[in-house]
Protein backbone atom coordinates (compact mmCIF):
# COMPACT_ATOMS: atom_id res chain seq x y z
CA UNK A 1 0.00 0.00 0.00
CA UNK A 2 1.23 3.56 -0.71
CA UNK A 3 0.80 6.49 1.24
CA UNK A 4 1.51 10.19 0.39
CA UNK A 5 2.22 12.98 2.29
CA UNK A 6 2.78 15.82 -0.49
CA UNK A 7 -0.42 17.93 -0.55
CA UNK A 8 -1.82 18.68 -3.69
CA UNK A 9 -2.41 22.51 -2.95
CA UNK A 10 -6.14 21.68 -2.68
CA UNK A 11 -5.90 19.08 0.59
CA UNK A 12 -6.67 21.39 4.03
CA UNK A 13 -4.11 20.48 7.13
CA UNK A 14 -7.25 17.88 8.12
CA UNK A 15 -6.61 15.84 4.53
CA UNK A 16 -2.73 15.94 5.56
CA UNK A 17 -3.79 14.50 9.49
CA UNK A 18 -5.56 11.67 7.47
CA UNK A 19 -2.59 10.59 5.45
CA UNK A 20 -0.79 9.93 8.30
CA UNK A 21 -3.11 8.11 10.54
CA UNK A 22 -3.84 6.21 7.10
CA UNK A 23 -0.19 5.20 6.99
CA UNK A 24 -0.30 4.36 10.46
CA UNK A 25 -3.02 2.21 10.06
CA UNK A 26 -1.69 0.14 6.78
CA UNK A 27 -0.35 -3.28 7.52
CA UNK A 28 3.25 -3.80 7.01
CA UNK A 29 5.07 -3.87 4.75
CA UNK A 30 4.11 -0.50 3.42
CA UNK A 31 5.31 2.41 1.15
CA UNK A 32 5.45 5.70 2.27
CA UNK A 33 6.22 8.94 -0.10
CA UNK A 34 7.00 11.91 1.41
CA UNK A 35 8.49 15.76 0.86
CA UNK A 36 9.34 15.99 4.44
CA UNK A 37 12.43 16.96 5.21
CA UNK A 38 14.75 14.34 7.18
CA UNK A 39 14.31 16.38 10.50
CA UNK A 40 10.26 16.31 10.26
CA UNK A 41 10.35 12.60 9.79
CA UNK A 42 9.11 11.10 13.34
CA UNK A 43 11.40 11.03 16.28
CA UNK A 44 11.28 7.19 16.35
CA UNK A 45 13.46 7.22 12.66
CA UNK A 46 15.92 10.40 13.74
CA UNK A 47 16.73 8.68 17.16
CA UNK A 48 17.17 5.24 15.27
CA UNK A 49 14.68 3.56 17.82
CA UNK A 50 13.02 2.44 13.96
CA UNK A 51 15.31 1.50 10.98
CA UNK A 52 13.44 1.31 8.31
CA UNK A 53 14.71 1.39 4.65
CA UNK A 54 14.58 4.44 3.10
CA UNK A 55 14.83 5.38 -0.61
CA UNK A 56 15.79 9.62 -0.93
CA UNK A 57 14.82 10.72 -4.43
CA UNK A 58 16.65 13.84 -5.25
CA UNK A 59 16.50 15.50 -8.43
CA UNK A 60 18.81 17.95 -10.51
CA UNK A 61 18.87 21.30 -8.57
CA UNK A 62 18.99 23.61 -12.10
CA UNK A 63 15.61 20.95 -13.03
CA UNK A 64 13.68 21.66 -9.72
CA UNK A 65 14.32 25.65 -10.54
CA UNK A 66 12.78 25.48 -13.40
CA UNK A 67 10.36 23.40 -12.70
CA UNK A 68 9.46 25.61 -9.31
CA UNK A 69 9.77 28.56 -11.44
CA UNK A 70 6.79 27.43 -13.87
CA UNK A 71 5.03 25.58 -10.85
CA UNK A 72 5.07 29.14 -9.21
CA UNK A 73 4.33 31.49 -12.51
CA UNK A 74 1.54 29.17 -13.37
CA UNK A 75 -0.37 28.08 -10.26
CA UNK A 76 1.07 30.85 -8.04
CA UNK A 77 0.89 34.06 -9.71
CA UNK A 78 4.79 34.69 -9.79
CA UNK A 79 5.56 37.38 -12.04
CA UNK A 80 9.11 37.96 -11.33
CA UNK A 81 11.43 36.66 -13.98
CA UNK A 82 13.69 33.52 -14.39
CA UNK A 83 16.68 35.46 -13.42
CA UNK A 84 14.81 37.01 -10.15
CA UNK A 85 13.60 32.97 -9.44
CA UNK A 86 16.89 31.83 -9.83
CA UNK A 87 18.20 33.93 -7.32
CA UNK A 88 15.40 33.48 -5.13
CA UNK A 89 15.76 29.75 -5.34
CA UNK A 90 19.59 30.18 -4.77
CA UNK A 91 19.22 32.27 -1.09
CA UNK A 92 16.81 29.37 -0.16
CA UNK A 93 13.66 31.18 -0.79
CA UNK A 94 12.90 28.79 -3.75
CA UNK A 95 8.89 27.64 -2.65
CA UNK A 96 7.88 24.57 -1.19
CA UNK A 97 10.93 22.37 0.16
CA UNK A 98 13.24 25.19 0.37
CA UNK A 99 15.58 25.70 1.12
CA UNK A 100 16.61 23.35 -1.42
CA UNK A 101 20.28 22.62 -0.45
CA UNK A 102 19.48 21.86 3.36
CA UNK A 103 16.37 19.69 2.29
CA UNK A 104 18.98 17.53 0.59
CA UNK A 105 21.74 17.83 2.83
CA UNK A 106 19.18 16.35 5.89
CA UNK A 107 19.18 13.18 4.36
CA UNK A 108 22.49 13.25 3.54
CA UNK A 109 23.65 13.99 5.96
CA UNK A 110 22.40 11.89 8.45
CA UNK A 111 24.87 8.90 7.91
CA UNK A 112 21.53 6.30 8.45
CA UNK A 113 22.72 2.75 6.78
CA UNK A 114 19.15 2.53 6.08
CA UNK A 115 18.75 5.31 3.35
CA UNK A 116 19.43 4.45 -0.14
CA UNK A 117 20.31 7.73 -2.34
CA UNK A 118 19.22 8.09 -5.64
CA UNK A 119 19.81 11.29 -7.90
CA UNK A 120 18.62 12.39 -11.02
Known sequence: AVVSTQSTGNDSSANFLDSIQQA???????????HLPFT???NQIRTRQKTPKLIHVSRNSRDVCVSHY???KILKGFSGSFELWSKLFLEGYGGY??????????????NYENIQFLAY
Open 24 to 34: AELPSPRIIKT
Open 97 to 110: YSPFWEHIASYRLS
Open 70 to 72: HHW
Open 40 to 42: LLP
